[in-house]
Every structure is written in structure tokens, then in C-alpha cells.
């Protein structure tokens, strides 16, 4: 077993019985469905709004080569830097390179996983750089020196009381768990880190080709400060974030917030376009924008499991996913959990290292049934099981399938199965759920099933 593969296992038997965290995640998620749900019924074919949002990803992902071309050149025109980098080191190599540049000693950041996807504040802080994450969850579990929970909601595995723990040690503050009270020592601390940052930071949640735009959307405004005070901004995103037109937003600005929070629309969506122009009296003097590969045109190169660069990181297949509302988001050890993650860490970090994802599942489509452009994750978890099989066949599975096929094929031997089972599992009973039995890791937490007392070809034949 590998080692990633050996962790997931080692943390998930530990949180799966742990009642607590099962609570919390428990307790976030409920009053999250019930938004979600009623959000959704606001829209008056919600149906019909994914199946559109499937086709215009559809579109952009097909035509990428173009759609990427326009959106750099838009981007160009209004005088912002872009940088295209094929590899996590690539990508960190450029930002640190631009921050040496300008002498840089603070970043502020607003929320970017693909920023968490290549290690980036590791890599700045080694660099002598002070990282500050400025969105509130992020902030927290920065803190915390934890990666990020969920996708959305990076914090969501803690309690108000772990959230003034926290700030007690590292902040100096906190004298109750009054959510508005921990809010504000948060908010006294990150605006000094605004006013003193010398770079800001963000990730992209949309990047329109036709007018050569970033969308940022979130609900905190700490996104709008990290671009509005430092006098360098730094947007990385990966290539899959482009939309055709600025109309597409009309779409999928609605369907973000319906997916990620259960909002109608997040309280900010900003649009950025470049460094300031003459006359506009805010934002940055100079704009870098990240363009990060890190094997995503090796999954488009794959036209049965492309679509999984449709996900608009929306978080709703986790929080639908029977594993990760019990093992939660670190178990899995990757920037992207839960069904999303499970589906594309194989591709970006490796099939047979992290293989064993594609079993962390109960197949039972919630996370496909809920996903808002239409990926089909569960299909594409067996895919990943198939290609893992067929890319390296394990001994074990070799042997059975013919032990399986030369029995199937011999309806002689075929007959003599059941009657010899039935006796195996005389013996079977005796060592089931020991160390002795070779199926102990089966049937540790299930019992056999009994095999029935007669097949049904010897029932048919005593019938007559
Ligand atoms: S796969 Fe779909 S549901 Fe999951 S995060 Fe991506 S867009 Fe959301």
C-alpha cells in the first residue's frame, strides 16, 4: 500500500468513529441544506440552468486554445504582465521572482486554492516572506498551521470555542466565543496587514476571454482590499477558469453561490481587468496574472474524463459525500477532497499513488446528482479504478479473474462450487473476524453472507 494511500486509511478509521467532529460537520452542514435547497427552488428551471452551465464549460474547455488567447491578449491590452507556467515550481519560481523584484517583505492574500495546490506560502515563507491569508476561515486555520478543511469553508471543522483557543494563543485576544467579538480581532489584525502588505494576492473563481476579466467572488471584502491597497497584485489561476463571454457570469455567479454557500449571490463578485488606469483613483500600479498548467492539459488531453475540468470548486459534492461528512477534509491528504478530489488528485499528482481515492466512495451518485456542471464524478471515480487496473494489474486481481474464468467457462467445475463453499465455510465460520482469517480485512467490521443451502439449479431440478 502506499504511503498517501496508508495515511487516508490510518486517519479515516480514527475520524469516522470520532463523534465530535462527526457532530460539527454534522450541525455546518444542515442549515447549509436547507438554504441550498430553497435557493435552488428559486430558479426557475434549475435543471436546465446546469445543463446550460455544462454546455458553456463544454464550449470554453473544447476551444480553450482560443478562448485562452483572447483572454491573455484583452489582458495584455490594458497593460497587466501574464506569466504562463506549466509546473507548481514554475508558477512558484515566477511569484517569488516578482516579489524579489519589487523588494516585497508582506503578501496578503485573499482565498486561492490553486495557491494551496502548489504549496505557494510554504515555498514564500522558506523565502523569508510573511504570508498572511486574509479570508477568515483561511486566516484561522493559518493560524492553526492546518491546510484548509473544505474547499469553501476552510475552517469548517472547528467549534467557536477552538476558533478563541486559537486566537487566545496567537493573537493575545479573545475573552468569550461571541462570534462577533472573535470577527473583530480578526479584522483589527488583517487591516494592519492590508495597509503594511506590500503584494496582494488573489485567486480567480472566473476569467472572462471576451473582455479579459478575473472574477473574484467571497463574502468577507478581504479580497477587495487585497487588490484596492498594495501597489502589486498577483492573480494565479489555472487555465480551466476561463468563460467565453461576460454574460456567462449571469449564469454562473448564481450558480457558485447556489452550490457553494446556499446564497442567492455572494455579497462581493469583482471584476478585475488590469492596473490602474488614468483617472481611477484605487488599485494596484502593476498587475502579474498566473496562468498554471500543472497537468490540466494532460487531463484535457483525456476526452472521457475532461470534463472534470468543468468543477467551478463550488464544494457541493463534499458536502454531499457520505465518506467526507465522515472522514472529513484532511483525511485525504490533497488540496482538493471529497468526490472532486478523489476524481482528479490521480491526474494531478499521479494514478497509482493516489489510486486508492477512487474507492473512497460509496458510488451512490450524490455527488454527481448535486454537481452544478453536470460531472459525472461517480462515473469518473470507476474510470479512475479502470485506468489504475489497466495501467498496472495487481497479482492478486490477475489470479482471480482466472481462477474465475476457468470456472465459469466449465460448467462441470461450475457445479461443484457451491457444494465445496458450503463446506469452506464450515471451517471459515470457525476463524471469521480472527487474525487467521485470510479475508480478515473484510470481515474485521461485516459478517460473510451465508451461502444459500441449495443453488437454484438444484432446486429447479428437485421441482421437477
Ligand atoms: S465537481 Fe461539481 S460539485 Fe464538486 S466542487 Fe466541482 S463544480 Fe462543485
Not at 500500500?1 to 486517519?11: L, N, R
Not at 471584476?271 to 500543472?294: A, K, W
Not at 474485521?444 to 451461502?451: D, E, L, M, N, Q
Request: proline share 5%; charged share 25%.
Amino acid at each position: 500500500m502506499t504511503a498517501p494511500a496508508q495515511q487516508f486509511k490510518s486517519q479515516a478509521r480514527v475520524l469516522a468513529r470520532d463523534l465530535r467532529h462527526r457532530e460539527i460537520i454534522q450541525v455546518a452542514l444542515r442549515n447549509y441544506e436547507v438554504v441550498r435547497d430553497k435557493t435552488r427552488s428559486a430558479f426557475q428551471d434549475y435543471q436546465a440552468a446546469r445543463q446550460a452551465a455544462a454546455e458553456t464549460k463544454w464550449e470554453a474547455l473544447n476551444h480553450l486554445d482560443r478562448y485562452l488567447e483572447q483572454f491573455v491578449a484583452n489582458l495584455e491590452a490594458r497593460g497587466t504582465r501574464v506569466h504562463w507556467a506549466s509546473t507548481g515550481q514554475q508558477a512558484r519560481e515566477i511569484i517569488s521572482e516578482i516579489l524579489r523584484s519589487k523588494k516585497a517583505r508582506s503578501i496578503v492574500k485573499s482565498k486561492a486554492m490553486t495557491s494551496e495546490e502548489i504549496h505557494l506560502n510554504e515555498a514564500l515563507e522558506h523565502e523569508g516572506f510573511e504570508v498572511v491569508e486574509s479570508d477568515l476561515g483561511e486566516f484561522i486555520v493559518q493560524l492553526r498551521k492546518e491546510p484548509p478543511y473544505h474547499i469553501v469553508f476552510p475552517a469548517m471543522h472547528l467549534t467557536r470555542g477552538d476558533i478563541k483557543e486559537v486566537f487566545a494563543r496567537e493573537l493575545g485576544g479573545a475573552s468569550s466565543d461571541n462570534p462577533e467579538e472573535l470577527t473583530m480581532i480578526a479584522r483589527r489584525v488583517l487591516r494592519q496587514k492590508y495597509i503594511h502588505a506590500d503584494i496582494g494576492f488573489t485567486g480567480a473563481n472566473f476569467a472572462i476571454a471576451e473582455t479579459g476579466m478575473i472574477s473574484v467572488t467571497e463574502n468577507e471584502g478581504n479580497a477587495l482590499l487585497t487588490a484596492a491597497l498594495p501597489k502589486t497584485m498577483i492573480t494565479l489561476l489555472g487555465i480551466e477558469k476561463v468563460l467565453p463571454r461576460l454574460e456567462d457570469l449571469a449564469l454562473f455567479l448564481p450558480m457558485l453561490a447556489t452550490s457553494g454557500t446556499g446564497q442567492a449571490l455572494t455579497c462581493y463578485n469583482t471584476m478585475y481587468g488590469g492596473p490602474r488606469q488614468p483617472g481611477e483613483s484605487d488599485g494596484p500600479e502593476e498587475y502579474h496574472v498566473v496562468l498554471l498548467d500543472n497537468r490540466r492539459t494532460e487531463l484535457l488531453a483525456d476526452a472521457e474524463q475532461r470534463d472534470a475540468l468543468h468543477c467551478i470548486r463550488c464544494g457541493a459534492c463534499l458536502n454531499v459525500c457520505p465518506i467526507f461528512r465522515n472522514v472529513g477534509g484532511h483525511t485525504y491528504g490533497t488540496t482538493y477532497s471529497g468526490p472532486i478530489g478523489s476524481v482528479i488528485t490521480p491526474h494531478l499528482r499521479g494514478l497509482q499513488d493516489w489510486k486508492h481515492l477512487s474507492y473512497s466512495s460509496s458510488l451512490c451518485g450524490a455527488c454527481s446528482q448535486t454537481c452544478p456542471v453536470k460531472i459525472d464524478l461517480a462515473h469518473h471515480l470507476l474510470h479512475n479504478r479502470r485506468n489504475a487496473v489497466r495501467q498496472k494489474p495487481s497479482l492478486i486481481w490477475k489470479m482471480g479473474f482466472k481462477v474465475f474464468a476457468f470456472v465459469f467457462n466449465r460448467p462441470g467445475v461450475y457445479r461443484w462450487i457451491g457444494p465445496m463453499g458450503r463446506v469452506g465455510q464450515i471451517f471459515h465460520g470457525m476463524i471469521q473476524g480472527t487474525r487467521l482469517d485470510p479475508a480478515y480485512s473484510w470481515t474485521k467490521t461485516r459478517k460473510a453472507p451465508k451461502i444459500a443451502p441449495q443453488s437454484f439449479k438444484e432446486w429447479w431440478k428437485e421441482r421437477r
